[in-house]
Structure formats: C-alpha cells, structure tokens
C-alpha cells in the first residue's frame, strides 16, 4: 500500500470549515484513499473513502485531485466534538481488508 | 446492534502471566482484526482473520496467539506477558460488502509490570 503524509497538526475554529491535507504521490490505479478519525481514547471511526471521484456523506467530504497524488478531508462546520486525530489511509480494495495507520493529524477545534 | 465488544476494558499482568482478550462482533462480518497502540503512535496489526478457520499474521504477531472458531468472537491471547506488550489493544471488524470501513471496539489498556 502506498505511503502517505500529512501535518502533525492543525489547529480549526469552531463553525469554520476545517479542511485536512493528505499526500499520497505514490499511489496506484487500484488504491482507495480511506479516512479515519480517532477521538481521545476511543477505537477509530471511519469516516469516508473514494477512488478518485469526490465523495460526500452525512460527517465530510473527500476532494481527490485529478492527478490522485493528494487528497483534502472537509469537516464543514467543524464542532469542539471533531477534535481528534485524523487518518489518511491509502489501500487496495479487496482481499483482506487490512489497514496501515500512521500517525495521523490532531485536529483540534477552539471554540 | 452491539457492535464490536471488548473486555476487559483495563487489565494490569504481571511479567510471564497470561491473558486472553476477548473481541466479539454481532453484525456477521466475516473480517476481523487486532491492533495494538501505543503512546503517541498510529495502530499496528497483531493478527487478523477473514473467516472462521482462518487466521492471519500481520504486521507486530509476536507473543501473541489468536483463534478464530465462530464468526462473532476473535480472541487474543497472551501467553508470557512482558513490559513491551503494555499497550491499547483495539479489535475491529468488517466485511468486503460494507462500505462503512472498519468498525473498531471501544479498546483494552493492557499494563504489564
């Protein structure tokens, strides 16, 4: 799976959009750009993932560039409750599933 | 739904005891996964299973064991604590079908002394 790279941290102001950086220069064709966040103590949550159209759900929207070498994580409206730690992951869809974390962006939010 | 269960939630061993961390899932997801954490760090795999009868090494297997008999349950077993293994344990899982990425469970703080 190809490596990513993304900022220790960043910091957001509540209510503002907050929008997370992640390289992925090396990616293939087959990859999947996964993100995952990681509030205080708690297990992981997933939180979006795409091939190389944007993608948008109910928590945030993922924009791939064209060339797929970098992706942005956009919380909209960011809340005090999106402080965490935040994942990219690059991986092949299929098989077993596996995930490679590193060690993410911390995110926090002031209010 | 439950979700991904763990217990216990805290331990503290001592060096050379053993212990099995139990992981159960109710959403019949045939993947299932343990990772470890420590301080400051990203998650690494222990050990992972696509199905019942199968398991698999991942990237940190060493001092641990698995077993994987039913879908729903995936322990992790200890069998000669040591310091290096204090740590977060967290299980997840997941199936190829789902588009909702790995469900992880709340983790257990493993401390050895």
């Known amino acids: 799976d190809a490596k990513t790279t993304q900022p220790t941290s960043m910091d957001c102001a509540e209510g503002r959009a907050a929008n997370l950086p992640c390289n992925h220069s090396?990616?293939?064709?087959?990859?999947?750009v996964y993100w995952y966040r990681q509030i205080h103590s708690q297990g992981p949550q997933y939180i979006i993932h795409g091939l190389k159209n944007n993608e948008t759900n109910e928590m945030a929207s993922l924009i791939i560039t064209e060339d797929r070498k970098s992706s942005t994580l956009i919380l909209p409206h960011a809340t005090l409750r999106d402080t965490a730690v935040y994942y990219c992951?690059?991986?092949?869809?299929?098989?077993?599933?596996?995930?490679?974390f590193g060690k993410g962006m911390k995110l926090t939010v002031n209010p | 739904n439950a979700g991904v269960t763990q217990t216990p939630k805290f331990r503290i061993l001592k060096i050379g005891q053993s212990m099995t961390l139990q992981c159960t899932q109710d959403?019949?997801?045939?993947?299932m996964y343990w990772y470890r954490q420590d301080p400051g760090m990203g998650l690494k795999l222990i050990y992972y299973?696509?199905?019942?009868?199968?398991?698999d090494k991942g990237e940190v297997p060493n001092g641990y064991n698995v077993s994987r008999s039913t879908t729903e349950d995936f322990p992790l077993r200890l069998e000669l604590a040591a310091p290096s293994q204090t740590s977060v344990y967290f299980c997840?899982?997941?199936?190829?079908?789902?588009?909702?990425?790995?469900?992880f469970g709340p983790g257990t703080r493993l401390t050895v002394l």
């Open positions: 997840a899982s997941t199936t190829a079908s789902t588009r909702s990425g790995q469900y």
């Open positions: 299973s696509v199905g019942a009868g199968i398991t």
């Open positions: 959403m019949n997801h045939n993947y």
């Open positions: 090396t990616i293939s064709g087959n990859e999947y």
């Open positions: 992951i690059v991986r092949v869809e299929g098989g077993s599933e596996k995930l490679v």
